[in-house]
């Protein structure tokens, strides 16, 4: 389970949040940590997670599956993860994103996985093209628009 502090040093990041939604205050963040631990004991196999750096067991972020926010599309799931910015760039969303696809096929009858990021978050979009997923089309998300993504098993 994550804990409270690490839980709002990534959804109370500006610079984490710019591609996924706005930062939370700290009593906000309480409260959508509260909801996930809801939503995990509703569906044990989906949630957020907290992760940990193995050499230094040191916090580098959260990852998540979770249900994508598309009132047409709710019961799809999507991939996810937010890293402090100290853990970008060493290879932790390839890595999430590989296990996480793993962990997902393993445990869902599902054969797609789906994944959404913004127009100008780049970097996602690498990593998840190079995990194997591809573009399913542009969607508006709240106020933006995102890019879609898919892989089927």
């Given at each position: ?5 690490f ?6 990041n500006?610079?984490?949040m710019?591609?996924i939604?706005?930062?939370l205050?700290r009593?906000e ?17 989906l ?8 050499a230094?067991n040191?916090?580098?972020g959260s990852?998540a599956?979770?249900y994508?926010?598309f009132?047409d599309e709710k019961y799809?799931i999507?991939?996810?993860?937010a ?5 970008w760039g060493?290879g932790y ?5 590989m ?5 997902y096929?393993?445990n ?11 127009l100008?978050?780049?970097?996602s ?5 190079k ?8 969607k508006?998300?709240?106020?933006g ?5 898919i892989?089927k098993?």
């Amino acid at each position: 389970m994550m804990m409270p502090c690490f839980f709002f040093r990534v959804n109370g990041n500006e610079e984490v949040m710019q591609h996924i939604r706005k930062a939370l205050t700290r009593t906000e963040s309480d409260k959508f940590l509260e909801e996930n631990i809801q939503f995990y004991k509703q569906n044990p196999r989906l949630g957020r997670w907290c992760v940990m750096e193995k050499a230094t067991n040191c916090f580098v972020g959260s990852f998540a599956l979770v249900y994508l926010p598309f009132e047409d599309e709710k019961y799809k799931i999507q991939i996810g993860y937010a890293l402090v910015p100290d853990a970008w760039g060493k290879g932790y969303a390839t890595e999430l994103t590989m296990a996480g696809i793993n962990y997902y096929f393993a445990n869902q009858a599902s054969k797609t996985l789906h994944a959404i990021t913004t127009l100008e978050n780049d970097a996602s979009k690498k990593v998840l093209l190079k995990c194997g997923f591809t573009e399913n089309g542009i969607k508006q998300n709240g106020a933006g628009m995102v890019q879609r993504f898919i892989l089927k098993k």
